[in-house]
């Protein structure tokens, strides 16, 4: 599995095989009892020493090319990354287990997520829809409604996020493990992104803490529970994928659990992203997936077709390539790639807040499980609008263990990978678009700056695909007064909640603030940086200088527009601009919307701000010692590194740290450019996002280096560029090696016929003859004279 398919990957292979034999025995051993057939008998005389094809023999060409072709096979194994395949297993997780992925049952199910509470409780929470919803089952929660075993079937949700950071405007994405119960992957994919969640937190992972920290994933592993426990497509003989009220009859939706569940999660949300497993074939697609949304055979073009496509290649792209270098999931629409359907959930979750009712968004009254008040499927304008990816995952329903893979997988792409690691990627993927943010690392600035000062900010886009960013300098005196008279007053800049939708004061802030850098469409770079991309460069350099004639006190921020295409269209249907959370909250100028029921809500800006610094610069003074992470200390733990950061070393000032750099004037510095690509990962860098609610976000940390260096590589990633440059001149070495001995050996194999071809022809010695006579059974033994 370390090598691809084919003659080169077959070559590889054997190589490395060899290699191991050569060590065993030797090139040239001359014991028969080493010498093995691949059945465990004793080869010829003529074969000793052979492995997979290569033998070990007394020619001196033939040992050559053997000893090259071992030292080939050994690098294989040996270089940091192999040139013919990206699943070569340096990709190591971060930590050392290497665990074979399985089939978990119901009560295993169950059983996991009461563990993994337990490991993680301030992440991780569980609720039992029956309980939590009492509306979904008007018999009561002890009606027996199905049989799961010796009990009542209880459908799980689930929720990962850091409920001590959790707001009303936390964003939101929801997974759904399976509608059809016999359709087993989903489940298991869902349950081990949540274990994985957990380990990577507790262990510090800075991405993943950002994922855990600023959004909150809902999960269904098992949505349809009673079809998961029996194994079933149904539920009770019910469909769940024809039980939403999209172009359904209203006597037939809403009559499972597993529908109305999602219907009161959905209710009480407002969720931007959804991801749907399946199984029955393999591909990943989009909206529309109805028959009223159709031009002949062909889907049209859903309002948010800009922001589907850009994502849907994004988590494709995450989910890697198949040994015949294609996407492992075909991309497109749900009607193009699988088939139309009424009452599906697809359409349902994309078009229930927005679509008229009640056609094609039907109010429901079925009359299961005691039925289910029709108002429940009456819902607040624009509350149902997320961006619905499905995924059929398959060709089979429950494909065989063996291509389950190993947890290790998750940690690179390879051709090989298995189907948990492929889907574990796309999942975190899609859970970082929730939140398009800047991450950056804390500057040293002084505390106090001179006109003229140069500053420069080391930053990537994460959750978006593109970005372009301003960094300002707003007057103390022009700040709402709900931010400037807090502890942490430029933090406070970054809530919606800070400008009481004072949209023209907040326009009038930002027209009147002071550009001291800007960029223009930028690539983010999310987790895939950090997890399965690790090594390339993320950061960029944010650099220009201090206006002349300033004085007084300042904010600092960075002003950040994400994803403006999404707003772009061709010919939508309806006809009608973007309707989805994710993208009306990147291109709307300022996007609301509340859930039918409960608190949640959304409040964006297009122009999202980020505070540099959590209080005030001072300008106008001269350059004095002092630190700009001073005044971070004053923040909450949401600019204190992780654990993980804190043991880089070499990294640059901490947060917190009083050390300072005096910053040049601008003359004794070249002018920066407007962005610079930064380095290697491994370095800690720190996020102050837009702070849900008002609160400070927590920090985080990504690979990256200081843009003003002189060279990208530092210490261990300076070393480690060595030893592949060594390794790489090796290999060539040995490959050179290897045709120079097998050209000698096809030169000495060119002669006449009759001849030996290891060595120049000479009459044969009676010795000789007369053993090969005896060899050959011509003639029997003789005792030969002392002359002979």
């Known amino acids: 599995r370390l090598y691809p398919p084919g003659p080169l990957g077959l070559c590889a292979s054997a190589a490395a095989l060899h290699a191991a034999c050569t060590l065993r025995t030797g090139p040239c051993a001359r014991t028969r009892a080493l010498c093995h057939s691949s059945e465990g008998g004793a080869m010829p005389s003529r074969n000793r020493g052979q492995s997979s094809g290569f033998y070990c023999t007394r020619r001196p060409a033939v040992c050559c090319a053997a000893g090259a072709s071992s030292v080939f096979g050994l690098l294989l194994v040996a270089l940091p990354r192999s040139p013919w395949s990206s699943s070569v297993a340096d990709a190591v997780a971060p930590d050392s287990e290497d665990r074979q992925y399985k089939y978990y049952s119901y009560d295993e199910t169950l059983r996991y997520f009461d563990d993994l509470k337990k490991q993680c409780p301030d992440i991780v929470d569980t609720w039992i829809a029956q309980e939590e919803f009492p509306e979904i089952l008007p018999e009561g929660k002890n009606s027996r409604w199905a049989s799961c075993g010796s009990g009542t079937c209880r459908t799980l949700i689930v929720r990962i996020a850091n409920r ?4 009303d405007t936390t964003p939101e994405v929801f997974l759904s493990g399976a509608l059809h119960g016999n359709e087993r992957l989903g489940p298991l994919v869902v349950t081990e992104l949540a274990g994985f969640l957990c380990k990577r937190y507790r262990a510090g992972d800075e991405d993943v803490m950002r994922l855990v920290d600023e959004r909150s994933t809902w999960i269904t592993p098992m949505t349809n529970a009673h079809g998961f426990f029996a194994n079933t497509r149904e539920e009770n003989n019910m469909d769940p994928n024809r039980d939403f009220g999209y172009l359904q009859n209203p006597e037939k939706c809403m009559m499972t659990q597993t529908a109305r569940t999602v219907n009161e999660l959905f209710r009480r949300h407002l969720f931007q992203f959804e991801l749907t497993f399946h199984g029955g074939m393999r591909a990943l697609t989009y909206e529309w997936g109805s028959r009223n949304h159709m031009l002949g055979r062909r889907s049209t073009e859903s309002p948010d077709d800009k922001a589907f496509t850009a994502v849907g290649v994004e988590i494709q792209e995450a989910c890697g390539k198949d040994a015949f270098n294609h996407e492992w999931y075909p991309l497109g629409r ?9 009452g599906g959930m697809e359409d349902w979750s994309y078009g229930a807040g927005w679509e008229a009712s009640p056609k094609p968004i039907t109010v429901c009254r079925p009359k299961t499980y005691g039925g289910y008040d029709p108002q429940r499927t009456v819902y607040r304008r624009d509350s149902i609008a997320a961006l619905v990816y499905l995924a059929e995952m398959d060709d089979f329903k429950t494909p065989k263990e063996l291509t389950l893979g190993s947890s290790k997988e998750l940690w690179a792409m390879g051709s090989q990978d298995g189907h948990v690691a492929r889907n574990l990627r796309m999942c975190l993927k899609l859970i970082e678009f929730a939140r398009p943010e800047v991450v950056f690392r804390p500057p040293t600035w002084p ?4 006109s003229g000062a140069r500053l420069l900010l080391d930053v990537r886009g994460f959750g978006c695909l593109t970005m372009s960013l301003r960094l300002l300098l707003l007057p103390r005196s022009s700040l709402p007064a709900a931010s400037s008279g807090s502890a942490a007053p430029c933090v406070a800049l970054a809530a919606a909640s800070s400008w009481a939708n004072d949209d023209s004061g907040r326009a009038g802030l930002l027209a009147s603030a002071l550009v001291v850098a800007q960029v223009q469409r930028a690539k983010c770079h999310g987790v895939d940086a950090a997890v399965w991309r690790r090594g390339g460069s993320v950061m960029m350099g944010l650099a220009g200088i201090v206006p002349g004639g300033l004085s007084g006190e300042y904010c600092a921020v960075v002003a950040a527009e994400f994803d403006q295409d999404w707003g772009q269209q061709e010919s939508p249907d309806p006809k009608v601009r973007p309707r989805s959370h994710a993208a009306r909250s990147r291109v709307d100028e300022h996007y609301t919307v509340a859930a039918s029921d409960g608190n949640m809500r959304v409040d964006e ?11 005030f610069l001072h300008i106008g003074g001269g350059a004095v010692a002092g630190s700009g992470a001073a005044a971070a200390a004053a923040a909450p733990a949401a600019a204190a590194p992780s654990p993980s950061a804190s043991s880089v070393a070499s990294a640059g000032p901490a947060a917190g740290s009083t050390s300072a750099v005096a910053l040049p004037p601008a ?9 610079k690509t930064g380095q290697v990962a491994s370095k800690p860098l720190f996020s102050l996002a837009p702070a849900p609610g008002g609160a400070s976000a927590a920090s985080g940390s990504v690979a990256g280096s200081p843009l003003g260096s002189t060279s990208a590589l530092e210490g261990k990633d300076a070393a480690e560029v060595g030893l592949s440059a060594f390794l790489i001149v090796t290999f060539c070495m040995a490959i050179s090696a290897m045709c120079a001995c097998i050209a000698v050996q096809l030169c000495k194999l060119w002669k006449p016929k009759g001849t030996a071809p290891w060595r120049t022809p000479r009459a044969a010695s009676s010795v000789e003859m007369a053993m090969g006579a005896m060899e050959d059974g011509r003639v029997p033994p003789v005792v030969l004279g002392p002359a002979e």
């Open 164 to 167: 001590a950071k959790l707001t």
């Open 605 to 615: 800006y297009r122009t999202k701000l980020f505070p540099v610094l959590p209080s």
């Open 334 to 342: 749900i009607n193009d790639l699988v088939y139309p359907v009424d």
């Open 447 to 450: 505390a106090n700056l001179a």
């Open 667 to 675: 003359s004794a510095v070249a002018p920066p450019a407007a962005a």
